[in-house]
């Protein structure tokens, strides 16, 4: 299966619920809905919060392996977050480089990650995370 974007220029893109939505305001494209899913999971540790990163790599202590859901958005106006992970029973693997106002969501309600890592690449770099397995 493929998508054909027929116009180039910006797009308006909204996450609301459970529903992704993709307009063209000019539209020359019909509007494109995807529906999420329902992601359902008993998961039996977790941890969620704001912390600001210090600039560099710093390790993140998962609250449990394999962690199966990850949420973050950076909250910054500059600079990169880069996120490095490992899969349970596979090597570390650099995944995204986040961008400011980004989000990275990660669930696999099958398997999950046994490390994770994150690089900040400017000091005092807000994020809100959540971390459940």
């Not at 398997?111 to 809100?128: Q, Y």
């Amino acid at each position: 299966m493929s998508i054909v974007i027929t116009e180039v220029g910006s797009v308006q893109v909204s996450l609301k619920g459970a529903v992704i939505s993709f307009t063209d305001p000019t539209n020359t494209q019909a509007p494109i809905y995807k529906v999420i899913p329902t992601l359902l999971q008993t998961m039996s540790s977790c941890i969620f919060g704001q912390s600001t990163l210090s600039a560099g790599l710093t390790a993140v202590t998962l609250p449990i392996t394999p962690t199966q859901l990850l949420y973050a958005k950076y909250l910054g106006t500059t600079g990169t977050i880069t996120f490095t992970w490992a899969p349970t029973e596979a090597g570390s693997v650099e995944v995204m480089v986040l961008q400011p106002g980004g989000v990275i969501f990660f669930f696999n309600p099958a398997d999950g990650i046994s490390s994770l890592s994150v690089n900040a690449s400017v000091a005092n770099t807000p994020v809100d995370y959540v971390l459940a397995g």
